[in-house]
Structures are given as structure tokens and as C-alpha cells.
Nanobody
Framework: QVQLVESGGGLVQPGGSLRLSCVFS????????MGWYRQAPGKERELVAR???????DYADSVKGRFTISRDDAKKSAYLQMNSLKPEDTAVYYC?????????????WGQGTQVTVSS
């Protein structure tokens, strides 16, 4: 069974940094587009950043210039470097990834990791 596992969340002061990691567990043949989403209390889940297989990236306007998404296909992983964090970045962050396994093409979500920005 293929799963996505996130790590790296926590409590940080405004202006601080965190690095989120997301790794596929299980046997997969290839990884497609990957993305980070977040959901704050009382709000809908929103796209934060995404990265295609060819490395093309796209960011929400609210995080441009502060967050950087990257991937390492050899490690079956994706990362989100978050700098200059603001209280409004507080949310549960989820990783989403497309992949191909012996069962064909599919996509999955991680369990989420809490990011809290507060003094």
C-alpha cells in the first residue's frame, strides 16, 4: 500500500522558518506532480505550492517569495521550505502526490502536519 507521510511541522515565531517533508512509502514506479496544501480552522483547503515532474513550480500569491517547493524523486520526496512565516500561515499542511504503481496511476494525501506561527 502506498502512503504519503509528512513531517516537519511545529510551533515557530513570526519571521521564523520551517521545512516540511513528504515521502512516499511503498513500492512506486514513478512520481508525477506534487503539491502542498493547507487548511486553516474554518477555511477551505487551499493550494500553497506545486511542482511538476519537469520542475515547473507554481505558488499561491500569499506565499510567493517566502516559500519554496522542491522534490527529490530518488528519495521519493517533496519539500516545502517556509521562510518569513506569518501568523496567517498557521494551518494544517497536507502533501498531495500523483504516482504510478503496479496498480496503475493514482494520487494520495498525507495525514497532515500542523504549522503554528505565534509569538
Amino acid at each position: 500500500q502506498v502512503q504519503l507521510v509528512e513531517s516537519g511541522g511545529g510551533l515557530v515565531q513570526p519571521g521564523g522558518s520551517l521545512r516540511l517533508s513528504c515521502v512516499f512509502s511503498g513500492r512506486i514506479y514513478s512520481i508525477g506532480d506534487m503539491g502542498w496544501y493547507r487548511q486553516a480552522p474554518g477555511k477551505e483547503r487551499e493550494l500553497v505550492a506545486r511542482i511538476a515532474r519537469d520542475g515547473y513550480t507554481d505558488y499561491a500569491d500569499s506565499v510567493k517569495g517566502r516559500f519554496t517547493i522542491s522534490r527529490d524523486d530518488a528519495k521519493k520526496s517533496a519539500y516545502l521550505q517556509m521562510n518569513s512565516l506569518k501568523p496567517e500561515d498557521t494551518a494544517v499542511y497536507y502533501c498531495n502526490g500523483r504516482y504510478t504503481s503496479q496498480y496503475g496511476a493514482s494520487s494520495g494525501w498525507g495525514q497532515g502536519t500542523q504549522v503554528t506561527v505565534s509569538s
